[in-house]
T-cell receptor, first 116, second 113 residues
Framework: GDSVTQMEGPVTLSEEACLTI???????????LFWYVQYPGEGLQLLLK?????DKGSNKGFEATYRKETTSFHLEKGSVQVSDSAVYFC???????????????FGRGTSLIVHP | DAEITQSPRHKITETGRQVTLACHQT?????MFWYRQDLGHGLRLIHY???????NKGEVSDGYSVSRSNTEDLPLTLESAASSQTSVYFC????????????FGPGTRLTVL
């Protein structure tokens, strides 16, 4: 079945440092890929997404590129801020339910802590 | 603005009691999901629904039930609460379109004593 593997955290960085959170996946079909972010005490919210190979998703200074050849979707940011401290989830969607609906597959999440 | 809400936000109950967690969305989405989030396990799917009167079991459905009588609501019931069900519960919805972005509620923290 489908699966998502992301690096374990916590990842601890100083403000303005570069960030990379690795994410690799296995899927039987041709999935869409997502990064969700969960701020303390809140639900998950979509950060960015990509639907086909070589697509780059971007939002709030974060980027991730859909790499089909390496089955990866690594999250990157050039300069992190304290406000980026959160848990980041990589996810995929692969239409396999009734009428094309799907059940998403989430990674376990990576905690990011940014110090001033 | 459309939104997805959960109530209560915090709940303390005793072992053996029946508990119902509410989820209400105004996105008019067909798909609704319940997850639990625990340290070391990430998000685990409990139940999901593709539309009114449709319900399906997820990977950790034992001890939980749902019913879908309208588009907006998917209440989650713990038939007889157990300490192992202490967790944070998230409801989510999606419209079933190609990109299938999920929209999450703020969560309910449930403690079973």
């Amino acid at each position: 079945g489908d699966s998502v593997t992301q690096m374990e955290g916590p990842v601890t960085l100083s403000e303005e440092a570069c960030l990379t959170i690795n994410c690799t996946y296995t899927a039987t079909g041709y999935p869409s890929l997502f990064w969700y972010v969960q701020y303390p005490g809140e639900g998950l919210q979509l950060l960015l997404k990509a639907t086909k190979a070589d697509d780059k998703g971007s939002n709030k200074g974060f980027e991730a590129t859909y790499r089909k050849e390496t089955t990866s979707f690594h999250l990157e940011k050039g300069s992190v801020q304290v406000s980026d401290s959160a848990v980041y989830f990589c996810a995929l969607s692969d239409s396999r339910g009734v009428g094309g609906s799907y059940i998403p597959t989430f990674g376990r999440g990576t905690s990011l802590i940014v110090h001033p | 603005d459309a939104e997805i809400t959960q109530s209560p936000r915090h709940k303390i109950t005793e072992t053996g009691r029946q508990v119902t967690l509410a989820c209400h969305q105004t996105w008019n989405h067909n798909n609704m999901f319940w997850y639990r989030q625990d340290l070391g396990h990430g998000l685990r799917l409990i139940h999901y629904s593709y539309g009114v009167h449709d319900t399906n079991k997820g990977e950790v459905s034992d001890g939980y039930s749902v019913s879908r009588s309208n588009t907006e609501d998917l209440p989650l019931t713990l038939e007889s609460a157990a300490s192992s069900q202490t967790s944070v519960y998230f409801c989510a919805s999606s419209d079933g379109a190609v990109l299938d972005t999920q929209y999450f509620g703020p969560g309910t923290r449930l403690t079973v004593l």
